[in-house]
């Protein structure tokens, strides 16, 4: 009765998690690209898609697929073969469990009629399944909490996950180590079974269980004579042997059940074994019931994003499709970290402490975008920062054991972050390289807007720029400005400019324009100049520094040594940061 | 002659023809290539935003190799410019060395120097030599005129870079003639490709790059010749959006320098990827001699030339 309502609620919250999971998939918008296709057009998209897909050649790309990175997961393997054997022995591990041990009464003893829980090979198949899925705990363990690997994040979602498994297995393993042991279980086997009444042949057979099957009894320790062994064996052939395999078979319990001793005789008296049962059921239905809204869901997501990303080309794909996998995509992200190892720029994150750096934890940033939660400017900015650094180099997506297309996503998302209007100053560093080459996709976004706005947002910092026309007063606006060009040891040389303009003369940025001035602001000697009378705001606020192009002309020419170029990079930072600071007060 | 091959962001991305042909071209050549995985960006991008993230990307890298006991080969110049700014900053500024690797010890790694950063020009110019270049000739191009195009961060600054005269630097030129081309002298062989400024300022990038394909084509040259993914990417796809949006005429194709050594070389088109450009580069077949005898002959000439110059 208890089983049947729990697992009748544990199925339904299940089923409706699902429904609404799977229906995010068409209602949430992820990126720029998504905008402005309803659900509907998204649905039908998608159901043309899977039928066209599956009438279609392709279908024999998508069993590869299934066999090889599905079911052998050989992505994974390429990967790392430590993680590889940790997700096969957890994932098999408890698909077997599943299908013969909690399905049982569905799958194996209608496959087997001769089976039995308690019968050799499923007996023993059991705790080899169980152990498998323990080995495979253990390495996910040892991976996330002993094993340092750098920038490996671990969230709660992973913390849940080992722990929900682990109770699971860790109770199954310790009821059937009491149960073996139980006295009051094997007191009510006999009586049911043995037909038996005589005292003598009672001892016998109980002698023959403490001896052989583990039993605990309280009347009877061992060591027994041979003959009360041998007649107890023949009651038990007679009566239990058909049910009952020797219970060293299952050895993790069998393990627990050695372990316990006769303090197995109090845990019996204390229920332990019901105890133990309602834990383990609850666990399971726990798990089961909680699964569409944990990490637990990539047993859905992740074939379907394995399987999808195989037959889907960015080319070809109606952009209705495009939408709904990048929304699925989503919930395929196991948290696994091998983008965030791979990753080109996650060095980054030890000096620029924002975690949307890292493709891992960016997935987190996209999931409340996604669901449209409401964010606060400094945390749309902060998630902008990290997902627009990024070199574009496509490792995340290559090493993606699901195959998201994780590239495709940043890209969407970074677009649609940046025409929200809040500045982004990575804009103004060579990792707009990639949006360059990409303009030509960027058909719902305003290609100009973030630049120009970066510039304005440092320049609207920068007073002394608003007054261009009057008398600058020469005292420093920041005594700190002079000194805190120091990073490299280089940059302090502005000292030394005499004002022969080399720099600007050379310089190729500057003689691109008729009037350099009117576009670029202070030119470079006129920079080093500002930097000398520690006017900070004319040296932070020239567009000649974003239009720098680095080519080091100037230093090389500086016929005092002056290292423009280096002095350049670092105005850049600071004025950088004096705007960040300004805005994050 | 072992390296760990530098690949950075932008290659294995957006222009593995790139690669693929350097990897052909050093295996015939007898250079050793080494893959570290772990390799990560090399900072350049982020030094505008973070002087720090720049120095600490490198530095992994360079560390990395240090761990791996191997001198590092860029095939970027924009790589190679960090890596020696890196490296030269971790020999000189103390403090900052200890900084870093105070970051860095946190994974197991540190950098102190010593280990050689160099580019793919400078290994064949200075490890594999002209010479052995010259033996693995199969044929030679004859009538064909390269604008060698040496890119702003191996050249500058030249106290940290040290690849070549920076004021008159000929590396690049001996290279593109041992094939039997001829390198053209051209008014902004040394200027910026104008990639620096692509997607921030396009209009600026554009001017500079235009400004380099008008003075290419006017000193006669076929092609442009590049020796880094940024460089050639301006040439050939920006060139490409050049062409469309400005209407001019300043066509000329960019090939990348490996994969002009590696047709002399007898290497099949498909690994050395011609197709892959974004500007068509299939007529350079038809400036390649194909006898043999016909190669040694204008080779020995051409060494006789070099000789006396």
Redesign the interface.
Same mark, same amino acid.
């Given at each position: 009765m208890f089983l049947s309502i729990a697992l009748s609620v544990a199925l339904a919250i299940f089923g409706i998690g699902l429904v609404y999971k799977i229906s995010a998939w068409f209602r949430y918008t992820v990126g720029i690209d998504a905008q402005g296709i309803p659900p509907s057009a998204r649905v039908s998209a998608a159901l043309r898609g899977i039928l066209l897909t599956a009438f279609g050649a392709e279908i024999l790309t998508l069993l590869r697929v299934f066999f090889l990175d599905v079911i052998l997961q050989i992505r994974v393997l390429r990967e790392d073969a430590l993680r590889w054997l940790m997700h096969i022995c957890i994932y098999g591990g408890f698909m077997l469990l599943l299908l013969m041990h909690a399905l049982d009464g569905l799958v194996t003893s209608r496959l087997f009629p001769d089976y039995f829980s308690t019968l050799n090979p499923f007996m023993f198949l059991r705790d080899l399944f169980g152990a498998l899925v323990i080995v495979g705990l253990a390495i996910a363990l040892y991976r996330r909490f002993i094993l340092k690997v750098p920038r490996l994040m671990s969230n709660a979602m992973d913390h849940y996950a080992i722990i929900i498994v682990a109770v699971i297995m860790i109770s199954g393993i310790v009821l059937e180590g009491t149960k073996i042991a139980s006295y009051s279980s094997y007191r009510e086997m006999v009586e049911e079974y043995s037909g038996l009444e005589d005292e003598g042949e009672l001892r016998s057979l109980e002698a023959y269980w403490v001896e052989k099957y583990g039993v605990v009894s309280p009347n009877l320790t061992g060591p027994f004579d041979a003959e009360t062994l041998e007649q107890g064996r023949e009651f038990h052939e007679m009566s239990c042997g058909e049910c009952h395999s020797r219970p060293q078979w299952a050895f993790t319990g069998y393990g627990v059940t050695r372990i316990m001793g006769s303090a197995a005789l109090w845990f019996d008296r204390a229920g332990m074994p019901a105890i133990l049962w309602y834990i383990h059921i609850l666990a399971c239905l726990v798990g089961l019931a909680y699964l569409p809204f944990s990490k637990m869901f990539h047993i859905v997501a992740s074939p379907v994003s394995l399987l999808v990303n195989a037959v889907m080309d960015k080319e070809k794909s109606a952009p209705a499709n495009i939408a709904t996998r990048q929304a699925m995509e989503l919930d395929a992200c196991t948290h696994c970290g091998t983008c965030t190892l791979r990753c080109s720029v996650g060095i980054a994150f030890e000096e620029i402490h924002n975690v949307n750096i890292l493709p891992s934890e960016k997935i987190a940033s996209l999931k409340a975008l996604a669901a449209d939660q409401q964010l606060s400017e400094r945390e749309l900015r902060i998630i902008q920062e990290g997902v627009y650094l990024c070199t574009n180099c496509y490792r995340c997506t290559v090493a993606c054991p699901v195959g998201i297309n994780l590239q495709d996503l940043w890209f969407t998302v970074r677009e649609a972050l940046l025409q929200k209007g809040y500045p982004e100053f990575l804009v103004l560093s060579p990792l707009s390289f990639y949006r360059g080459l990409m303009r030509e996709d960027l058909v719902n976004a305003d290609y100009s807007r973030p630049l120009t706005r970066a510039r304005e947002a440092i320049v609207a910092h920068c007073d002394l720029m608003k007054s261009r026309d009057k008398a600058l007063p020469l005292t420093p606006t920041d005594r700190g400005f002079q000194g805190g060009l120091s990073l490299s040891a280089q940059a302090n040389t502005f000292s030394v400019c005499f004002g022969c303009e080399t720099c600007t003369t050379v310089c190729p940025v500057v003689g691109n324009y008729d009037n350099p001035k009117e576009v670029l602001g202070l030119l470079p000697h006129q920079i080093m100049h500002a930097c000398g009378l520690g006017v900070r705001d004319l040296a932070y606020g020239s567009n000649m520094l974003w239009d720098c192009i680095t080519c080091y002309q100037c230093q090389e020419q500086c016929p005092q040594g002056v290292c423009v170029t280096d002095v350049l990079y670092e105005l850049k930072n600071l004025a950088i940061n004096n705007v960040k600071e300004k805005l994050s007060q | 002659m072992n390296f760990a091959l530098f690949l950075g962001?932008?290659i294995? %991305?957006?222009l593995s023809q790139y690669e693929s042909s350097s990897r052909a071209v050093l295996g015939k050549l007898g250079v050793g290539l080494y893959d570290i995985?772990e390799f !990560?960006?090399c900072g350049? $991008? #982020?030094? !505008? #935003? =973070?002087? +720090?993230?720049f120095v600490? =990307?490198s530095a *992994?890298n360079l560390a990395l190799a240090q761990k791996e006991d191997l001198n590092v080969m860029a095939l970027c110049k924009?790589c190679y410019g960090s890596l020696r700014k890196v490296d030269h /900053?971790m020999k000189? !500024?103390a403090p900052?060395r200890e900084e870093i690797n105070t970051?860095l010890e946190?994974?197991g790694l540190r950098y102190e120097g010593g280990i050689e950063v160099r580019h793919l020009l400078s290994v064949l110019y200075h490890q594999v030599g002209i010479e052995s270049i010259r033996e693995k000739m199969e044929r030679a191009y004859e009538g064909l005129k390269i604008a060698t195009h040496y890119g702003?961060?191996v /050249? *500058?600054? =030249?106290q940290v870079v040290q690849f070549d005269d $920076?004021v008159a630097p000929s590396i690049f030129d001996q290279l593109v003639e041992v094939t039997g081309a001829e390198s053209v002298d051209w008014a902004t062989k040394l200027?910026?490709c104008?990639?620096? %400024?692509?997607? @921030?300022?396009?209009d #600026? =990038?554009m001017? #500079?790059t235009q +400004?380099k394909l008008k003075d290419g084509r006017q000193s006669g040259a076929d092609y442009l010749c590049a020796a880094c993914p940024?460089c050639h @990417?301006q040439f050939d796809?920006?060139q490409g %959006?050049i062409l469309s949006q400005r209407g001019t005429d300043h066509r000329l194709p960019s090939i990348l320098y490996p994969q002009l050594l590696g047709l002399a070389m007898d290497i099949d088109g498909e690994v050395l990827g011609l197709e892959m450009n974004q500007v068509p580069i299939d007529g350079i077949g038809g400036f390649l001699s194909n006898e043999r005898s016909a190669v040694s002959n204008q080779l020995s000439a051409g060494s006789e030339e070099t000789d006396s110059g």
């Amino acid at each position: 009765m208890f089983l049947s309502i729990a697992l009748s609620v544990a199925l339904a919250i299940f089923g409706i998690g699902l429904v609404y999971k799977i229906s995010a998939w068409f209602r949430y918008t992820v990126g720029i690209d998504a905008q402005g296709i309803p659900p509907s057009a998204r649905v039908s998209a998608a159901l043309r898609g899977i039928l066209l897909t599956a009438f279609g050649a392709e279908i024999l790309t998508l069993l590869r697929v299934f066999f090889l990175d599905v079911i052998l997961q050989i992505r994974v393997l390429r990967e790392d073969a430590l993680r590889w054997l940790m997700h096969i022995c957890i994932y098999g591990g408890f698909m077997l469990l599943l299908l013969m041990h909690a399905l049982d009464g569905l799958v194996t003893s209608r496959l087997f009629p001769d089976y039995f829980s308690t019968l050799n090979p499923f007996m023993f198949l059991r705790d080899l399944f169980g152990a498998l899925v323990i080995v495979g705990l253990a390495i996910a363990l040892y991976r996330r909490f002993i094993l340092k690997v750098p920038r490996l994040m671990s969230n709660a979602m992973d913390h849940y996950a080992i722990i929900i498994v682990a109770v699971i297995m860790i109770s199954g393993i310790v009821l059937e180590g009491t149960k073996i042991a139980s006295y009051s279980s094997y007191r009510e086997m006999v009586e049911e079974y043995s037909g038996l009444e005589d005292e003598g042949e009672l001892r016998s057979l109980e002698a023959y269980w403490v001896e052989k099957y583990g039993v605990v009894s309280p009347n009877l320790t061992g060591p027994f004579d041979a003959e009360t062994l041998e007649q107890g064996r023949e009651f038990h052939e007679m009566s239990c042997g058909e049910c009952h395999s020797r219970p060293q078979w299952a050895f993790t319990g069998y393990g627990v059940t050695r372990i316990m001793g006769s303090a197995a005789l109090w845990f019996d008296r204390a229920g332990m074994p019901a105890i133990l049962w309602y834990i383990h059921i609850l666990a399971c239905l726990v798990g089961l019931a909680y699964l569409p809204f944990s990490k637990m869901f990539h047993i859905v997501a992740s074939p379907v994003s394995l399987l999808v990303n195989a037959v889907m080309d960015k080319e070809k794909s109606a952009p209705a499709n495009i939408a709904t996998r990048q929304a699925m995509e989503l919930d395929a992200c196991t948290h696994c970290g091998t983008c965030t190892l791979r990753c080109s720029v996650g060095i980054a994150f030890e000096e620029i402490h924002n975690v949307n750096i890292l493709p891992s934890e960016k997935i987190a940033s996209l999931k409340a975008l996604a669901a449209d939660q409401q964010l606060s400017e400094r945390e749309l900015r902060i998630i902008q920062e990290g997902v627009y650094l990024c070199t574009n180099c496509y490792r995340c997506t290559v090493a993606c054991p699901v195959g998201i297309n994780l590239q495709d996503l940043w890209f969407t998302v970074r677009e649609a972050l940046l025409q929200k209007g809040y500045p982004e100053f990575l804009v103004l560093s060579p990792l707009s390289f990639y949006r360059g080459l990409m303009r030509e996709d960027l058909v719902n976004a305003d290609y100009s807007r973030p630049l120009t706005r970066a510039r304005e947002a440092i320049v609207a910092h920068c007073d002394l720029m608003k007054s261009r026309d009057k008398a600058l007063p020469l005292t420093p606006t920041d005594r700190g400005f002079q000194g805190g060009l120091s990073l490299s040891a280089q940059a302090n040389t502005f000292s030394v400019c005499f004002g022969c303009e080399t720099c600007t003369t050379v310089c190729p940025v500057v003689g691109n324009y008729d009037n350099p001035k009117e576009v670029l602001g202070l030119l470079p000697h006129q920079i080093m100049h500002a930097c000398g009378l520690g006017v900070r705001d004319l040296a932070y606020g020239s567009n000649m520094l974003w239009d720098c192009i680095t080519c080091y002309q100037c230093q090389e020419q500086c016929p005092q040594g002056v290292c423009v170029t280096d002095v350049l990079y670092e105005l850049k930072n600071l004025a950088i940061n004096n705007v960040k600071e300004k805005l994050s007060q | 002659m072992n390296f760990a091959l530098f690949l950075g962001c932008t290659i294995p %991305a957006r222009l593995s023809q790139y690669e693929s042909s350097s990897r052909a071209v050093l295996g015939k050549l007898g250079v050793g290539l080494y893959d570290i995985e772990e390799f !990560n960006c090399c900072g350049y $991008p #982020l030094r !505008n #935003l =973070s002087f +720090k993230t720049f120095v600490l =990307s490198s530095a *992994r890298n360079l560390a990395l190799a240090q761990k791996e006991d191997l001198n590092v080969m860029a095939l970027c110049k924009c790589c190679y410019g960090s890596l020696r700014k890196v490296d030269h /900053l971790m020999k000189e !500024n103390a403090p900052l060395r200890e900084e870093i690797n105070t970051t860095l010890e946190r994974e197991g790694l540190r950098y102190e120097g010593g280990i050689e950063v160099r580019h793919l020009l400078s290994v064949l110019y200075h490890q594999v030599g002209i010479e052995s270049i010259r033996e693995k000739m199969e044929r030679a191009y004859e009538g064909l005129k390269i604008a060698t195009h040496y890119g702003c961060h191996v /050249l *500058r600054p =030249s106290q940290v870079v040290q690849f070549d005269d $920076p004021v008159a630097p000929s590396i690049f030129d001996q290279l593109v003639e041992v094939t039997g081309a001829e390198s053209v002298d051209w008014a902004t062989k040394l200027e910026c490709c104008g990639a620096p %400024a692509w997607g @921030i300022n396009d209009d #600026l =990038s554009m001017d #500079l790059t235009q +400004k380099k394909l008008k003075d290419g084509r006017q000193s006669g040259a076929d092609y442009l010749c590049a020796a880094c993914p940024y460089c050639h @990417i301006q040439f050939d796809t920006v060139q490409g %959006a050049i062409l469309s949006q400005r209407g001019t005429d300043h066509r000329l194709p960019s090939i990348l320098y490996p994969q002009l050594l590696g047709l002399a070389m007898d290497i099949d088109g498909e690994v050395l990827g011609l197709e892959m450009n974004q500007v068509p580069i299939d007529g350079i077949g038809g400036f390649l001699s194909n006898e043999r005898s016909a190669v040694s002959n204008q080779l020995s000439a051409g060494s006789e030339e070099t000789d006396s110059g």
